[in-house]
């Protein structure tokens, strides 16, 4: 429409007559006189407002649906996160203190013995080296570390150094079957030579076929020259079983090793000998009334002989 005089009267009287159209139907309530055209527009338009309304409701159901299906995801996600975080958490408290244990049995049975070492964590198994029964370490030649030196833990013989790198070692383990160490029994003395057979228990020959030993019995490291490969006094472990060897010159016992070999994660690598041998004083204490092998060794005591109670002779 051109902008002219007209056009601009014919614009004034459209909006003069709204306004009155708007002002009658305000004041008319329900019998307005607008209220038959109202509903024949309804009755036109509903159909289309129905089908546009289903057309579009999905499509914002959906959204929402996505929309707060995201918001439930990184709540979902947000609570794994923290679950996960927790259970490290925990995970790390538990190694840590499983640790500080190990470390601490580790330093006592160092500081019983006099053994200088340098602790170590084991960061491979045999499977991955090709031997069945040798862990490797992260320490090595630059932590002062060589060939055929005694590894220990906190509950006694772990194995000795067989190959050193610069920052690694491979330590073959007591049980495995190639490993041999000599044993000195608990109290009597008895010397022996112990043979690792696997996951069964060490298989021990005593020198002395006729020595006296039981089940419970304990032996540690006889130790060798200058401490090396091994260092004396090292709990070995406890005899299980006696074999009969009637008229051998050797006694043949098992012994199960005080060290969980499947367990290992901190040990200890001798790197001073102890200027004595401690003998039997690394030993765990002998549980309370258990009898020690000195004093199941002892003969028992003779009886004395009683005071005669016959009257002297008179003269």
């Known amino acids: 429409m051109r902008d002219t005089r007209e056009s601009r009267l014919l614009l ?29 527009a309804a009755d036109l338009l509903g159909p289309v407002e129905r089908g546009t309304a289903g057309a579009v409701d999905p499509i ?7 929309r707060d299906s995201g918001t439930q995801q990184q709540r979902l996600d947000q609570i794994g996160n923290e679950n996960t975080e927790l259970r490290q958490r925990l995970a790390s408290s538990d190694l840590a203190g499983a640790r500080t244990k190990q470390l601490d049995d580790l330093l006592r049975t160092a500081g019983t013995g006099g053994y200088t070492i340098k602790a170590a964590q084991v960061i491979a198994i045999g499977a991955a080296q090709g031997f069945s029964w040798t862990i490797t370490i992260d320490a090595g030649s630059d932590d002062g570390l060589q060939r055929d030196m005694t590894v220990i833990n906190g509950e006694g013989l772990v194995g000795r150094i067989t190959t050193v790198a610069r920052t690694t070692a491979t330590v073959l383990l007591a049980n495995d079957p190639g490993f041999t160490a000599g044993t000195r029994m608990e109290g009597s003395g ?4 112990a043979a690792g057979q696997g996951a069964s228990p060490m ?10 030993v039981k089940a419970g019995d304990r032996l540690v490291t006889f130790g060798s ?12 472990g406890k005899v299980v079983q006696v074999e009969a060897t009637p008229g051998e010159l050797t ?19 001798v790197v001073v000998p102890p200027r004595t041998d401690p003998r039997d004083s690394v030993l765990p204490p002998v549980p309370t009334g258990t009898p020690t092998p000195q004093a199941a060794a002892q003969p028992p005591a003779a009886p004395q002989p ?3 109670s016959a009257p002297s002779g008179g003269n």
């Not at 914002?60 to 996505?66: G, L």
Request: hydrophobic share 45%; aromatic share 6%; glycine share 10%.
């Open 12 to 40: 004034i009287l459209l909006v003069a007559v709204a306004f009155a159209l708007i002002t009658v139907d305000i004041k008319g309530g329900e019998s307005s006189p607008l209220n038959g055209a109202r509903k024949t």
């Open 60 to 66: 914002a159901r959906t959204i929402r649906a996505i």
């Open 190 to 193: 008895e010397i022996g030579f």
């Open 203 to 212: 298989k021990v020959e005593l020198l002395n076929g006729k020595a006296q």
């Open 225 to 236: 020259q200058s401490g090396r490969p091994f260092v004396p006094g090292v709990p070995v």
């Open 251 to 269: 006694k043949t016992v098992l012994v199960e090793p005080f060290v969980s070999f499947t367990r290992l994660d901190l040990v200890g690598v």
């Open 306 to 308: 009683q005071p005669s």
